[in-house]
């Protein structure tokens, strides 16, 4: 009985690092940026610590986007406050969590020049992107408040 050794992850061209890289360093930075947020009580509104303006859409509309308290759910997920970030943004909360796993994950590879522990495809790429999309588009109908 011969025990088959898995093969190699291949390695990952100049410009798949440098990407890996980019993304990878992005998504830890915007962690630690979420980290030093105070979580506003309101379960959105966290953004403007940052100097940014109010979200255009609930200003025209009266109503919130889709990604309102999404930065929000991302300083409560960075104070380990999973609840209360879920019920600022679901799909935010969804999204920092991938992001805590991904992020250092996409470093890792671009500093060992080869993927680690899995190789990402397309359609896994793809497949996670839309259940991001539809929990963000479902928590957002129920801030909505349209099911009663």
């Known amino acids: 009985m011969s025990t088959a050794e898995p093969a190699p992850t291949p390695g990952l061209k100049p410009s798949a690092r440098w ?8 998504l830890v930075v915007l962690l630690a940026v979420a ?5 506003d ?16 859409f609930e200003w025209l509309v009266g109503r919130p986007c889709p990604s309102c308290g999404m930065t ?7 104070h380990g406050q999973p ?3 879920w019920r600022a943004n679901a799909g935010g909360t969804t999204l920092a969590l991938v992001a ?18 899995v190789v990402p495809t397309d359609k896994g790429v793809a497949i996670v992107a839309l259940v991001i999309a539809g929990i963000t588009v479902i928590d957002w109908l129920r801030r909505l408040e349209l099911f009663g």
């Not at 980290?35 to 979580?39: C, F, K, T, W």
Request: aromatic content about 12%.
């Open 19 to 26: 990407t890996a890289a980019i993304v990878g360093t992005t």
């Open 35 to 39: 980290s030093r947020l105070e979580p």
């Open 41 to 56: 009580p309101r379960g959105f509104g966290t953004h403007r610590q940052l100097g940014l303006y109010r979200c255009t």
């Open 72 to 78: 929000t759910s991302w300083s409560h997920v960075m």
């Open 83 to 85: 609840l209360a970030a």
């Open 100 to 117: 805590l796993f991904v992020g250092p994950w996409l470093l890792a590879a671009a500093m060992r020049g080869r993927w680690w522990l």
